[in-house]
């Protein structure tokens, strides 16, 4: 007996045994020829939004532009597009004036404050003896104390324009000055993009790089206002990448291009297979109806216009009508006369259903 006959006895014996509540027993051997398995239900409490486009974005406390600290040249870049780095790490070196102009200052300051404080020193000891009045030492402890003031300040500009700590404490004790002036990385990270090229003159504020620390992603992901449903900060959010994320914000302004409300997720696990600025699907958690169930989206098909299984009885399969809630990627959350651990057809569902088909003709 051949294949194509085999298949027509199979057929002439489910449809004998198909009945008004559209079921059909078939045997072991039949199941095997029809090549049907099944799947158990799920719940399918919370269910998962279709697929929205998303953006990855560096969370702002992470991200940093580095700027010219001076007017200047830049004398060489010393990092690129893509590279990692450390706080601290020199990024490019400038050559500045205005570096000298600051050193200079810095060094004016600290010579008049040494200056001053000999002075208050001496007036000190002069009015212990009583020599000068008390006006004349007031004067000089605020002098001193003007200068004092004066050497920090420009102190901390030269800290502000990059100069280390250590470097500023050199140039205390041996009065070199310089010109060269090395940016360094504010975070640890990687580089986004470089905006400045070797040889360039920028002005003060002019951008270098773009910095970010990338162990922590924002996925932003604009939702329209009638799918919100209960979506707030805590939901789960599923990304293509097979990653997931949490919802840490739901933005409360719709916005005008798509009608959409700006959800943005946070994402620290697998960060390192996405892209600052790339376009991604994101499927939101959802909360369902509490007797709704999840199954494979294979044991769904449409007989006579209806949504339909065939769950797997002890007598045989049966046809049972199903709402259809949602729709996952390879799941629909569905409602009707189903019970935790039915077993529904995921693969053979076709010639079940031409079997019934046919013996309802």
């Given at each position: 007996?051949?294949?194509?006959?085999?298949?027509?006895?199979?057929?002439?014996?489910?449809?004998?045994?198909?009945?008004?509540?559209?079921?059909?027993?078939?045997?072991?051997?039949?199941?095997?020829?029809?090549?049907?398995?099944?799947?158990?239900?799920?719940?399918?409490?919370?269910?998962?939004?279709?697929?929205?486009?998303?953006?990855?974005?560096?969370?702002?406390?992470?991200?940093?532009?580095?700027?010219?600290?001076?007017?200047?040249?830049?004398?060489?870049?010393?990092?690129?597009?893509?590279?990692?780095?450390?706080?601290?790490?020199?990024?490019?070196?400038?050559?500045?004036?205005?570096?000298?102009?600051?050193?200079?200052?810095?060094?004016?300051?600290?010579?008049?404050?040494?200056?001053?404080?000999?002075?208050?020193?001496?007036?000190?000891?002069?009015?212990?003896?009583?020599?000068?009045?008390?006006?004349?030492?007031?004067?000089?402890?605020?002098?001193?104390?003007?200068?004092?003031?004066?050497?920090?300040?420009n102190?901390?500009?030269?800290?502000?324009?990059?100069?280390?700590?250590?470097?500023i404490?050199?140039?205390?004790?041996?009065?070199?000055?310089?010109?060269?002036?090395d940016?360094t990385?504010?975070?640890?990270?990687?580089v986004?993009?470089?905006?400045?090229?070797?040889g360039?003159?920028?002005?003060?504020s002019d951008p270098?790089?773009?910095?970010?620390d990338?162990?922590?992603?924002?996925?932003?992901?604009?939702?329209?206002?009638?799918?919100?449903?209960?979506?707030?900060?805590?939901?789960?959010?599923?990304l293509?990448?097979?990653?997931?994320?949490?919802?840490?914000?739901?933005?409360?302004?719709?916005?005008?291009?798509?009608?959409?409300?700006?959800?943005?997720?946070?994402?620290?696990?697998?960060?390192?297979?996405?892209?600052?600025?790339?376009?991604?699907?994101?499927?939101?958690?959802?909360?369902?109806?509490?007797?709704?169930?999840?199954?494979?989206?294979?044991?769904?098909?449409?007989?006579?216009?209806?949504?339909?299984?065939?769950?797997?009885?002890?007598?045989?399969y049966?046809?049972?009508?199903v709402?259809?809630?949602?729709?996952?990627?390879?799941?629909?959350i569905?409602?009707?006369?189903l019970?935790?651990?039915?077993?529904?057809?995921?693969?053979?569902?076709?010639?079940?259903?031409?079997?019934?088909?046919?013996?309802?003709?």
């Amino acid at each position: 007996m051949n294949k194509r006959l085999l298949t027509i006895v199979l057929l002439s014996a489910l449809c004998a045994g198909a009945n008004a509540a559209q079921k059909a027993t078939i045997d072991e051997a039949q199941r095997a020829a029809f090549g049907i398995e099944t799947a158990a239900v799920e719940p399918g409490q919370s269910a998962l939004s279709k697929p929205y486009p998303a953006k990855v974005a560096v969370p702002n406390a992470q991200h940093r532009v580095v700027s010219a600290p001076l007017d200047g040249v830049v004398e060489s870049l010393l990092v690129a597009e893509g590279e990692s780095v450390k706080a601290g790490q020199p990024l490019a070196r400038m050559r500045s004036q205005g570096l000298l102009d600051l050193q200079a200052a810095f060094l004016e300051s600290r010579t008049r404050r040494l200056l001053s404080g000999e002075t208050l020193a001496r007036d000190n000891q002069l009015f212990k003896e009583g020599i000068v009045a008390r006006r004349r030492l007031l004067e000089s402890q605020s002098a001193h104390r003007e200068m004092v003031t004066a050497e920090a300040r420009n102190r901390q500009a030269l800290v502000l324009a990059g100069m280390p700590e250590a470097a500023i404490d050199t140039l205390a004790k041996t009065q070199d000055l310089t010109t060269t002036l090395d940016v360094t990385a504010p975070l640890d990270g990687a580089v986004l993009e470089q905006l400045a090229t070797a040889g360039q003159r920028l002005a003060a504020s002019d951008p270098l790089y773009r910095v970010g620390d990338l162990s922590t992603l924002w996925i932003e992901v604009h939702v329209p206002l009638e799918a919100l449903g209960e979506v707030g900060p805590g939901s789960d959010v599923q990304l293509s990448q097979g990653l997931s994320a949490k919802v840490i914000t739901v933005g409360r302004m719709v916005h005008g291009t798509d009608q959409g409300v700006l959800v943005r997720a946070e994402v620290s696990q697998g960060t390192e297979s996405l892209r600052p600025g790339q376009f991604i699907e994101a499927r939101l958690a959802q909360t369902a109806d509490v007797h709704a169930l999840r199954v494979s989206a294979k044991a769904l098909l449409r007989i006579d216009g209806v949504d339909q299984l065939f769950v797997e009885r002890a007598d045989g399969y049966e046809a049972v009508p199903v709402e259809v809630i949602n729709r996952e990627a390879d799941a629909v959350i569905v409602k009707g006369e189903l019970s935790l651990g039915d077993k529904v057809v995921v693969s053979g569902t076709v010639a079940l259903k031409a079997a019934l088909a046919a013996g309802a003709e």
